[in-house]
């Protein structure tokens, strides 16, 4: 192997290997998936399966289908299993890029070390990626997909140790956020016959989308213990399955199942000896759960908003107000939100984050106390004010980067702009309120918000988000 390049090790095995032919065998495998559901949640990973494209590319299009083509993202972390290589921990290739047929894929060498350095759980042994084809053959389907370059991390995983795998999670949980992609690399069952395969494949599904690691360890040691003919696994990529549930377990997302056929079903196959594909969806269940809101759930916020306010504002002796009762929808809800208070139709105060990771109901309780009395553009919210104080709450998607300021919708969008430490934003109704076109819009937030000055947007990161937006008065709520 040439130093710095990763070659491509399958290329005329598992898929084509002149660049036309290739391009012409997705054009192909896409177009087969276009007459089935494609969802429109924000993708956070994709289970898929590796094998030869006449087996398993219907499975794996049906996967890559469902990601937006326009999507920018900071960096797309593959995660596989060693088929060639047992070793401690796992092994991230960080000596140069990938190629493939289409070009180059660009490795983020500085993130993988920096992943290496942080835990000796993670190596750089480069020739452990030589022959591994796992990994490999997803790059041509995002290379296809993808029309904005992306940079990778790619990710070998060589132990068994539930514990090591575990710990491989722990350390790759910072990066699963609205910015990166998870790609995980599996097949299911080796190798029953096509019905004993469909049966078996059937149970492992279902213990993956359950979101639960002790549910899949159970499952595989269930399916292990049925002795079926001529199995030699029933998921071939466990371990970065595995590792994939550690990193989402109890957090607000869903495992989609997508698409499922075995190599019994190509042409190419035979049905006494088959290997089992299925592709899933791990769609982000933050942005559905604000959407389904009821008016019941925002009055409650809304109550958490005002007692916060009088807890902070009012004397000593009126602080026992409190939300009388909780619920429990909020309760492992995570995400971003801003609150605007309003006095007399006027601005008074307006504080927020972008912290997706913590609490909801923590973030809002916070930022909202931070509204009535930390805005340095305004003078603390007084006692007398509360009752004409009007509360506005925003509860933010996601971050999204964009490619290109033609995908804002000015709005639609809320902007976010960040550069050498610094960041700002605008709300998605604020160019509305102002009359701004789009360059006003961000020159206002380059220079007012990420104080980087007027042109300062035109080099710095952008991203957008949209809020779900309510409103209500203080003195029209009852306490009772």
Known sequence: MQYGIRKPAV?????????????QELDLLFSDCESHDIFSDRISALIVPHAGYVFSGKV?????????????YDNIFIIGTSHHHLFEGASIYNEGNFSTPLGEVEV????????????????????????????????????????????????????????????IAHQLKPFFNSTNL??????????????????????????????????LLAKLAENEDMQITGVLTSLCGWSSVLCLMYITNNQLVKYQKLYYQNSGDSV??????????????VVNEVENKKNEFSDAQKKYLLR??????????????????????????????????????????????????????????????????????????????SGYELAD???????????????SIADIQLGKHGVCIKKE???????????????????TTLGHCAREKAQIGWDGWRDADIYVYEAIVFADEIKNIDYE
């Open 182 to 215: 998870f790609i995980v690399s599996t097949d299911l069952s080796h190798y029953p016959n096509y019905n004993e395969s469909i049966l078996l494949d059937r149970g492992t599904i279902d213990a993956i989308i359950s979101n639960s690691p002790q549910v």
């Open 389 to 403: 104080i009007k509360i506005e709450i925003s509860v933010l998607t996601p971050l999204i980067k964009v490619a």
């Open 304 to 381: 958490v908003v005002r007692d916060e306010l009088y807890r902070a504002v009012l004397p000593k002796d009126l602080k026992s107000r409190s939300v009388t009762v909780r619920d429990s929808f909020f309760d492992d809800l995570t995400g971003g939100v801003f609150v605007s208070l309003y006095y007399k139709g006027a601005l008074r105060g307006c504080i927020g984050t972008f912290d997706f990771d913590r609490k909801l109901i923590d973030n809002l309780k916070d930022v909202a106390v931070s509204a009535a009395i930390n805005d340095y553009r305004f003078n603390p919210v």
């Open 108 to 167: 983020n060498r500085e993130l993988a070390g920096a992943i290496i350095a942080g835990s000796d759980v993670f190596n750089s042994n480069s020739f452990v990626h030589e022959r591994e084809h796992s990994l490999e053959v997803q790059l041509p389907f995002l290379q296809y997909r993808l029309k904005n370059k992306f940079k990778i991390v790619p990710v070998l995983i060589g132990t068994s140790d539930k514990d090591k795998i575990e710990h």
């Open 11 to 23: 290329a005329g095995v598992f898929y084509k290997n002149d660049k036309n032919a290739l391009l």
């Open 60 to 72: 794996a299009a049906m996967a890559y289908i469902q990601l937006d083509k326009q999507a920018v």
């Open 268 to 281: 190419y196959g035979e049905k006494d000896r088959v290997v089992g594909y299925c592709s899933i969806a």
């Open 421 to 439: 430490g610094r960041s700002g934003t605008f709300l998605p109704g604020v160019a509305v309120k102002m009359g701004w076109d789009l360059e």
